[in-house]
């Protein structure tokens, strides 16, 4: 059963309002789960984080940022009754132990792991401590570190899943890594999935058709709007159309199909095939050739277009008129 995350993470730019327009206009699309992330500036962060240092108008730093994006437990737990009133499972990407205590209190159900946390084993153990599933993005990291994390969750006796990711906003084709999903499946033996950060609808559905049984992209209103993640997110209609697709070709690959098995088609097979027919007057002991031959719709008529080979060079024993079908009656043995 496919599982279909829609990840708001910082779309929302700080309001708690925009946050819960998010959560209603997702709830129409089709998807299963909702994703914040929680972030607590004063526990992650700090004044030498390089990252995107300025890039907002409104903040001096990134970690102003975070600050600005900070809700307070209320909030939160708002946030999480109102996935639930609309159906949809509350998630949210803790990057620091304390929001993993906050979340906690939220009451979450199980617990997303960022890409660049797979190496935070201090993290890890956090979360491994309150006993609940994991999904481990891989976006940033080695088959070594992902052996690492890995073993560590699999020690702590931890429910995992592992998606294929490429951290790269937007996601060129190019980088799209669909082929690890198969290479993730044969060395975990666990349902692996893909997070998506192409801003293309294409991407999911390919990586259903390979197998992905878990999928995850950024939604947003409109890619102008301000966030770190807005390029390379997906629209409200964008994601109908990504969860509609997702869901069929899940149906489709649980009903295997056989090329042996032929028998729905026998009616069709009777109209669209074809019979042997002249293709222009011929008069008694003309020996045929391949350009007196056509075939003609429907079968059953006379001679099969496949048996071609059988009458040329032999002679037909009656005059014969254009576009009339050929039958075995008519040929000389």
């Known amino acids: 059963m496919s599982f279909i995350i829609a990840e708001i993470a910082q779309a929302h730019d700080g309001s708690l309002g925009t946050a819960h327009a998010y959560i ?7 998807i299963h789960a909702i994703k914040f992330q929680t972030h607590i500036a004063d526990a992650e962060s700090s004044i030498y984080e390089p990252f995107r240092v300025k890039f907002s108008k409104q903040d001096a730093t990134r970690f102003d940022y975070w600050k600005r994006m900070e809700f307070t437990l209320e909030q939160w737990k708002e946030l999480k009754q109102h996935c639930d009133e609309v159906g949809l499972e509350f998630m949210s990407s803790p990057f620091s132990n304390v929001a993993v205590d906050l979340l906690e209190e939220v009451g979450v159900s199980r617990y997303k792991i960022g890409s660049g946390e797979v190496t935070n084993f201090l993290l890890l153990e956090k979360i491994a401590q309150t006993k609940k599933p994991v999904i481990l993005s891989s976006g940033m990291s080695s088959y070594q570190e992902l052996d690492e994390a890995v073993d560590f969750l699999k020690s702590k006796n931890v429910v995992y899943s592992i998606l294929q990711c490429t951290t790269s906003y937007p996601t060129k084709a190019e980088q799209y890594g669909l082929n690890v999903i198969k290479e993730l499946k044969d060395r975990y033996q666990v349902a692996v999935g893909f997070s998506d950060h192409s ?35 997906l629209t409200i209609d964008e994601i109908k159309l990504v ?33 042997l027919a002249v293709n222009k007057n011929l008069d008694k002991g003309h020996v045929l050739r391949f350009s007196d031959l056509e075939a003609k719709k429907p079968a059953h008529k006379g001679i099969a277009a496949k048996f071609f080979n059988d009458v040329i060079g032999k002679s037909i024993n009656k005059d014969m008129q254009q576009w009339e079908f050929l039958t075995e009656e008519d040929i000389n043995e």
Do not use: M, W, Y
């Not at 209603?24 to 089709?30: Q, W």
């Not at 009903?255 to 019979?275: A, G, M, R």
């Open 24 to 30: 209603d206009a997702l709830a129409k699309t089709g």
């Open 243 to 275: 969860s509609k697709s997702i869901k069929s070709i899940e149906k489709a690959l649980k009903h295997p199909v056989s090329k042996n098995d032929i028998d729905s088609f026998k009616d069709l097979k009777s109209i669209f095939e074809k019979t």
């Open 199 to 233: 801003a293309k609808i294409e991407t999911c559905i390919a990586a259903a058709a390979l197998g992905a049984e878990i999928f995850e992209f950024h939604a947003v209103f409109n890619r102008e709007q301000f966030g770190p993640d807005s390029i390379a997110s």
